[in-house]
């Protein structure tokens, strides 16, 4: 069911409306099982309003990737937040479990997406996530550079993906396979401990 306005309401940003329902719809459905016509009734409007915003469901798909599951700005925040490495890492580490875990479940939407279309030649929602997911390893890798000159940007990068995809394989072994959803202090813990693993590995190409 759409929300109804009530005549001379102004609806809150629409734009977030329709970004929250296929959230949830991605959620419950998949991304591919969900169309801009079930976007549209849940957020009680026409499907032309939805173009007016997006002009595809690789649009919305691109917007959550970008602005809601570790955008650029997010990642510059969270970082510079810290001063020492250790902690820029550790921030950046469990920011991204607590994306993954969002209700309703970003982390989901994401993984089903990336995962479950490995192996097809062409999908464009899955090539958006892995550029955007890319392209935010090249920001933390520019920083940790900038922290340690000295080590090799290519060697920290290939260091940083590692550090991403433990996170990712942590999450999808507690969602998938555990049936849970890890606590505050669990998701923390493994955070700490990947951060620290990687800082390792850093610190270990500044000396060799």
Known sequence: MGRKTVKGEQPRNRQQEILDAAIQLFA??????TSLDEIAAVVGVTK???????????????????????????????MGQHEELPD???????????????PPSLGGIILQKALGSMGREDDPIRDLFVKHLESRISEISRAVVKAE??????????????MMHSLTNYWLTEHFLKRRVPTDRQASAYARRSAATTLLAIKQLTTA
């Open 88 to 102: 820029k890492l550790n921030a950046v580490a469990l920011n991204y479990l607590n994306i993954m875990k969002t």
């Open 149 to 162: 000159p000295r080590a090799p940007i290519r060697d920290v990068r290939l260091l940083i993906t590692q």
């Open 48 to 78: 032309p309003t939805i173009y007016h915003y997006y002009k595809n469901k690789e649009a919305i798909c691109t917007e959550i990737f970008s602005h809601v599951a570790f955008g650029a700005g997010q990642v510059r925040d969270v």
């Open 28 to 33: 419950e459905k998949g991304i591919d099982q």
